[in-house]
């Protein structure tokens, strides 16, 4: 069994992750995914690219539920994986998730980290904390996230992943 194999099936699914906040917590999460919701027109288009991709993919997703990137950015990643049933998520601790940084060669393991692996469990490709229009934007474009305005990227960016 890989390692990635072994991370997955220590996850916790969306629910049993959410469980482990506070109310507040789990309050400003619902936030997030009610904004997300409303956003239909920009959540199709980015479902788009990863629909009709033939194969199981799972995402093992690192992730902290006093982390506010993981409040922005976890219920994208539910959204996917409601939608298109191919794919599955597992959620692990950052702690739990040290082997990240040997397997993926990354300096230190920023939350969210959501892998994406196919059915044998290799990994494709990686989502690191916040969509890459974001990373790679100005300050504008990191306000605009904090405000709610890139939720649906966060799926564009996993997407773009799968499609590949």
Not at 19 to 42: F, N, V
Not at 87 to 104: G, K, N, S, V, W
Not at 124 to 139: C, H, K, Q, Y
Request: proline share 6%; charged share 20%.
């Amino acid at each position: 069994m890989s390692a990635f194999e072994t991370l997955f099936k220590q996850g916790k699914n969306t629910a049993e992750f959410i469980a482990t906040g506070t109310p507040e917590q789990i309050a400003d999460l619902q936030r997030w995914q009610a904004m997300l919701e409303s956003q239909t027109e920009a959540l199709e288009k980015a479902l788009a690219p990863a629909q009709g991709v033939e194969g199981q993919f799972r995402l093992l997703v690192a992730a902290e539920m006093w982390c506010p990137d993981c409040h922005r950015n976890i219920p994208p990643m539910a959204l996917l994986c409601q939608r298109l049933p191919n794919i599955d998520m597992a959620i692990i601790t950052r702690d739990e998730a040290a082997p990240f940084i040997e397997l993926l060669g990354v300096d230190k393991v920023k939350i969210p980290m959501a892998v994406v692996l196919d059915n044998a469990f290799t990994p494709l490709g990686a989502f690191i904390e916040r969509p890459a229009s974001v990373v790679n934007g100005d300050a504008q474009q990191l306000k605009a996230y904090r405000r709610g305005e890139r939720l649906t990227e966060t799926i564009s960016d996993i997407s773009a992943i799968i499609a590949a």
